[in-house]
C-alpha cells in the first residue's frame, strides 16, 4: 500500500469508483421500490383517504434543508474499493444528540438549522486568529472528495463520500505558536435551534456545547478532513453542516459537527464523552479491535452499505480502521489498551 | 359495572389487538423506509420495549383484578404474558439476525462477557421457562411447583429494566422511569414477595 502527495499508487484496497453503484442508480431503484410499495397500499384506499393517512405515517414530510452543489476535486488520492453507503442511509442514520439520540431524529429535527451565516474562530496558540464566514468554508481552500470508511464506536460502519479541506490548511494559515500540543474542537450552542441542548430528556444528558479534541500530531495529519460536503453537495444538518471535522481512523464521536470554534493549546482538553463516561469513551478513541467496548466487542463491525436489513454484512475491524500505514507512527510507544 | 363471562372474549380479542397492532406498526414503518437510514438498532430497541410494556401490563392485571373486583380479569394474564414472551423473543432474533448477522459464536460470546447481556438473557430465560409451562395441562401436571416457578416473573420483572438501564449510553431518563415502574408493581404485591423470597431462601 503506497500512498505519497502527489504521486498516486493505487492500492490493494483501493479500486475505482465505476465498482460503486452510482447514486443515481440507486435512487431510481429505491423510488421504484417505492412506487411498487406506497403504490399498492395507496391504490387501494379510497380517495378521501389518501391524504390523512398518508399524513399519519409521515409521507408529508416537513420542509427539507435545501443544500448546494459544491465545486471540487473528484475522488483520487483517498478512496477505498468498498460499496459508498447510499446517501439516503448516510444522511438518515445519524448520531446528533442535539437533535436528539434517535438515529432518526437528527433527520427530522435539524431541517430548519440556519447555517448561514456562520462563524467559525480560529483562536489560542496562533499568530493568525482567523475568523472564517459561511463563503471562506467553502472557498477558502481548495475542496477535495475522500472515500473514507466511518466507524462508529457503537460498532457500525459506512463508507462516505467526504468533500472538504485537510486541517492542516487551516491550522498553517493561523501559524500554530511554538508549545502548541492539542487543537479543541467545539459545536455550535444554540438551544433555540438545537432542541437537545434545551431538554435533557432529548439531548441524552450530555453537557452543551459538545467539544472534542485531538493532539496537534494527529491535527495536521493528512487524513485529518474539514468536511463540508457529502456525495457532492454541501452537508445537511443532521451530518454538521455547514462545517465538521472526519477523523476516520476513530470512532466517529471524534468527528464533531457544526463547529463554531477551534482553539490550539498547549495541553490537553476536556472532551464530552471521555468527562461523561470516561471508562467507556477515551480521548484518542482509534479504532482498535483489540479493545473492546464495555457492553460489546469491537472485533467486527456491521456495514451499512447499499443492500437492504438483510444483506448487511458483519466485517472485522481493522486497527485504526485501516489507515495505520498514515498514523500508527503517532501512537509509537503509546500503551493503546490504557489511552483507548 | 362488572366483567361478565360473555364479555371475556371480547376483552381478549381486544387485548391481541393492541399486543398486535404495534408489531404491524412496526413492519409498517420499516417497509415504508420510514425507521431511519439503518433501522436495525430502530427494530431492536422497539421489540425490547415492547417485551417491558407487555411485561408491565401482564403485572397490571392482578391488582387491577383486585382493585376494580373482576376477578375474570385474571383469565387474561396468561394471553399478556406470551405476548411479551413473543416481543422477548423477537427482540432477542432482531439482534441476532439483523445486529450481529447469524454470528452464533458471537452471540455465545457476547452474551456471557457481557453483564447487561447476561442480565438480558437470564430475564428471557425465566420468561421462557413460564411461556412453555403456561398451558392448562402444564399447570394441573405441576401442581404447586406452578406457581412456585411462576413467582419467578419477579426477578423477570427486574431483570428486564436493569437491562435496558446498562444498555444505553447517557440517555437514562426512559430506562429510569421503566424502572420505578416496574419497581412500583413490585411493591403493589410486597406481601406475596416477601412470602416467596422466605420460602425460597
Known amino acids: 500500500m503506497t500512498f505519497s502527495r502527489g504521486i498516486l499508487t493505487r492500492a490493494q484496497w483501493q479500486e475505482s469508483e465505476a465498482a460503486v453503484t452510482p447514486e443515481a442508480v440507486f435512487r431510481e431503484r429505491r423510488a421504484l421500490i417505492k412506487a411498487l410499495g406506497m403504490g399498492a397500499v395507496g391504490a387501494s384506499l379510497p380517495g378521501q383517504v389518501h391524504a390523512g393517512i398518508l399524513d399519519l405515517f409521515g409521507d408529508s414530510k416537513p420542509k427539507e434543508f435545501s443544500t448546494q452543489a459544491l465545486e471540487y476535486a473528484k475522488a483520487s488520492g483517498f478512496v477505498t ?25 437528527p433527520a427530522a429535527n435539524s431541517q430548519g438549522m440556519r447555517v448561514d451565516p456562520w462563524q467559525l474562530t480560529i483562536e489560542g496558540l496562533v499568530d493568525k486568529p482567523l475568523t472564517l464566514g459561511f463563503d471562506d468554508l467553502l472557498r477558502r481552500y481548495p475542496l477535495e472528495e475522500r472515500i473514507y470508511r466511518l466507524r462508529c464506536v457503537e460498532a457500525w460502519s459506512m463508507v462516505v463520500p467526504w468533500v472538504g479541506f485537510p486541517l492542516a490548511a487551516l491550522l498553517k494559515e493561523a501559524r500554530v505558536k511554538s508549545g502548541a500540543t492539542h487543537v479543541a474542537f467545539e459545536t455550535l450552542f444554540d438551544p433555540e435551534q438545537m432542541p437537545g441542548q434545551k431538554n435533557r430528556l432529548m439531548g441524552g444528558g450530555i453537557h452543551y456545547p459538545y467539544v472534542e479534541g485531538l493532539t496537534l500530531a494527529e491535527a495536521m495529519n493528512e487524513l485529518t478532513l474539514m468536511s463540508v460536503g457529502l456525495y457532492g453537495k454541501t452537508l445537511p444538518p443532521q451530518n454538521g453542516a455547514p462545517i465538521r471535522l472526519v477523523v476516520p481512523w476513530k470512532y466517529g464521536f471524534k468527528s464533531i459537527k457544526s463547529i463554531v470554534k477551534i482553539r490550539v493549546l498547549a495541553k490537553q482538553p476536556p472532551t464530552s464523552w471521555n468527562r461523561l463516561v470516561p471508562h467507556e469513551y477515551g480521548f484518542y478513541a482509534n479504532v482498535n479491535p483489540q479493545v473492546d467496548h464495555p457492553r460489546w466487542s469491537q472485533a467486527s463491525e456491521r456495514r451499512i452499505g ?35 | 359495572m362488572r366483567l361478565t363471562p360473555k364479555q371475556l372474549p371480547w376483552l381478549k380479542a381486544l387485548l391481541h389487538l393492541a399486543c398486535a397492532l404495534p408489531l404491524c406498526w412496526l413492519i409498517f414503518q420499516v417497509m415504508s423506509d420510514n425507521a431511519g437510514g439503518d433501522p436495525v438498532q430502530f427494530i431492536i430497541h422497539y ?33 399478556l404474558g406470551l405476548w411479551c414472551f413473543a416481543f422477548g423473543v423477537l427482540h432477542l432474533l432482531a439482534f441476532l439476525s439483523l445486529d450481529l448477522l447469524f454470528a452464533w459464536s458471537m452471540l455465545l460470546s457476547e452474551i456471557v462477557k457481557r453483564p447487561y447481556l447476561v442480565v438480558g438473557a437470564s430475564g428471557l430465560l425465566i420468561l421462557t421457562a413460564l411461556a412453555l409451562t403456561s398451558f392448562k395441562a402444564a399447570q394441573r401436571k405441576m401442581g404447586r411447583r406452578w406457581q412456585q416457578l411462576h413467582n419467578w416473573v419477579y426477578l423477570a420483572a427486574m431483570l428486564g429494566p436493569v437491562h435496558y438501564f446498562w444498555s444505553v449510553k447517557s440517555e437514562i431518563i426512559e430506562p429510569s422511569i421503566y424502572l420505578g415502574a416496574f419497581i412500583l408493581l413490585l411493591y403493589l404485591r410486597r406481601d406475596r414477595l416477601m412470602r416467596w423470597l422466605s420460602i425460597t431462601a
Open chain 2, 47 to 79: 421489540t425490547g420495549k415492547g417485551t417491558l410494556n407487555a411485561l408491565a401490563a401482564t403485572l397490571c392485571v392482578s391488582p387491577l383484578a383486585r382493585w376494580l373486583k373482576w376477578p375474570l380479569l385474571i383469565q387474561c394474564r396468561r394471553l
Open chain 1, 306 to 340: 447499499p443492500g437492504g436489513l438483510f444483506s448487511a454484512e458483519r466485517i472485522p475491524t481493522r486497527m485504526f480502521n485501516g489507515y495505520g500505514d498514515y498514523v500508527a507512527e503517532l501512537y509509537r510507544g503509546l500503551d493503546l489498551r490504557t489511552h483507548f
Open chain 1, 81 to 105: 474499493d468498498e460499496a459508498l453507503t447510499p446517501e439516503t442511509k448516510v444522511i438518515r442514520h445519524n448520531n446528533f444528540y442535539e437533535f436528539g439520540t434517535g438515529k432518526q431524529d
